[in-house]
């Protein structure tokens, strides 16, 4: 099964490197000229919680050659479009590729590569790219996981294989609910990475006043809101609820769950959209707190907190706004306290 990792940054380099050093076949494909010219000389590199350099093949996207049966798709979402026409003269008439993005990519990606051919793996770890051929991973391997699943939940042989090349790198799960898990990460990541990025401010400092935990309790609702309004259920992450945690029906129900959001504030990571802007590039935020609110509109369902993140968020990309503690104040009249 010839095999790539298309869009080999923070998260594809670990990937590659781990399935290299099983003595697995995978090329490391990206645009990035300088990281790939980087793990040619020396391997790809491995920090943080792991230590490790393993020679790695890699591929600049336009000298791609032949065709991949197993896609692994690690670009950006924001990368969608250039990236998966570049891809699809070189997919293998029944080949796959694994939507690993944050959001719900499953169902753009198939608009590209069409329907049926997308498996769905929400990732639960993080890594960042540190400098060129260099990834450094900050979740512990015996923590991490990958859940992987067809959108339409059923169960075939080529989720076991896709499984086997994963758990080069960590626990995979075979899921029958791909949706409701994409969902379930997609409330945090609209919540606590739309509100890091809007605010300038690590997971912990998006809670850490009334108006900012006001504020993100409610783009959290919204989000719940929208889910099941879309006809969608809100699924588990590692055995907890998500929407018993962080859903609420009116002020006095608020307070009831205040305790599962201020549980966030010892919590120091940043969100990556944050990290987006602050290296001066375009952020996922049309397919995070974007996406809540266009099922929103497509449902009926108002989403002014979940508007408001979208809209301070591409102000700092434009340079009318910077990522900063005072944007809290943007949200006006929406703050009832
Ligand atoms: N990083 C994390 O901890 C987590 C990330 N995610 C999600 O995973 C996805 C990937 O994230 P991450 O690894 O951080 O992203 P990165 O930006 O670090 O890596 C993506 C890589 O894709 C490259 N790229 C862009 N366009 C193309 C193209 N046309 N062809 C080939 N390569 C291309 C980029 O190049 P260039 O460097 O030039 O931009 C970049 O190196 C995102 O959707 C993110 O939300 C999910 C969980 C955690
Ligand atoms: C949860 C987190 C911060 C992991 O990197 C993330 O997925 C993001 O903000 O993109």
Request: contains cysteine; negative net charge; proline residues 4%.
């Given at each position: 099964?010839?095999t790539?990792i ?8 670990v990937l590659g490197a781990f399935i290299a050093k099983a003595g697995k076949q995978v090329?490391l ?25 393993v020679?790695v ?15 692994f ?92 090349i994963l758990e080069c790198l ?168």
């Open positions: 099964m010839r790539a298309l869009g080999a940054g923070s998260l594809g380099t090329d494909v990206s645009r990035n000229a300088a990281h790939l010219n980087a793990m040619k000389e020396r391997g790809a590199v491995i920090k943080g919680t792991v230590d490790l350099v020679p093949s890699t591929v600049l996207t336009p000298e791609m050659e032949g065709r991949y049966d197993l896609v798709y690690m670009a950006k979402q924001t990368a969608n479009e250039v990236a998966l026409k570049q891809l699809l003269p070189h997919l293998s008439d029944d080949g796959v590729v694994v939507t690993m993005q944050n959001g719900l990519p499953e169902l753009e990606v198939e608009e590209y590569i069409g329907k049926g051919r997308v498996v769905g793996c929400p990732v639960g770890w993080a890594a960042v790219m540190t400098e060129p051929g260099v990834s450094t991973l900050t979740s512990k391997l015996d923590q991490m996981s990958f859940d992987i699943g067809w959108p339409d939940g059923h169960v075939d042989k080529r989720l076991e294989e896709i499984k086997e960590c626990t995979t799960n075979i899921i029958t609910d791909l949706m409701e898990v994409r969902w379930a990460k997609l409330l945090t990541n609209a919540t606590f990475s739309g509100m890091s990025a809007a605010l300038g401010a690590t997971f912990g400092e998006t809670v850490s006043t009334e108006e900012n935990l006001y504020v993100t309790q409610h783009v959290a609702n919204e989000c719940i809101k929208v889910c099941h309004a879309s006809g969608y259920k809100i699924g588990k992450i590692q055995g907890s609820s998500m929407e018993d945690m962080y859903g609420f029906q009116d002020e006095a129900d608020r307070e009831r769950v205040r305790p599962m959001y201020e549980a966030m504030k010892p919590v120091p990571i940043v969100a990556s959209m944050l990290t987006d802007l602050r290296n001066g590039k375009k952020t996922e935020i049309n397919a995070i707190n974007g996406v809540v609110c266009k099922y929103g509109r497509q449902s009926n369902v108002e989403t002014p907190f979940n508007d408001k993140v979208v809209e301070i968020v591409t102000g700092c990309e434009e340079g009318k706004y910077k990522p900063c503690a005072e944007n809290i104040k943007l949200f006006g009249d929406l703050i009832k306290l």
